[in-house]
Nanobody, 122 residues
């Protein structure tokens, strides 16, 4: 089992930056691929970013590519999502997830955090 807790959300003005953190606990965290997803008000959950077990491979949704960067520190059992040049449309609850399938499919993720809210004002 892997347990995930997100933090770092908050209110930021458009053009600003936030770094989300995902603290993991449980066995063999370093062997899981990780993903970030978000759910905006009134919309379905969507894929944001993914990284493999060692953090060497990443994949981003077109909507965030070039602005967001995900990374991990297995020694600290932490995953990060650095969000730059934030836009109002980035407003959402952000979730980190762990699974064994690298990619954008939420169905490939086995464990989920409870989310952290990011609000980007105009």
């Amino acid at each position: 089992q892997v347990y995930l807790v997100e933090s770092g959300g908050g209110l930021v003005q458009a053009g600003g930056s936030l770094r989300l953190s995902c603290a993991a606990s449980g066995r063999t965290f370093s062997r899981y691929v990780m993903g970030w997803f978000r759910q905006a008000p009134g919309k379905e959950r969507e894929f944001v970013a993914a990284l493999d077990w060692n953090g060497f491979s990443t994949y981003y949704a077109d909507s965030v590519k070039g602005r967001f960067t995900t990374s991990r520190d297995n020694a600290k059992n932490m995953v990060y999502l650095q969000m730059n040049s934030l836009k109002p449309e980035d407003t959402a609850v952000y979730y980190c997830a762990a699974g064994r399938v690298f990619g954008e499919a939420s169905a490939g993720m086995d464990y989920w955090g409870t989310g952290t809210l990011v609000t980007v004002s105009s």
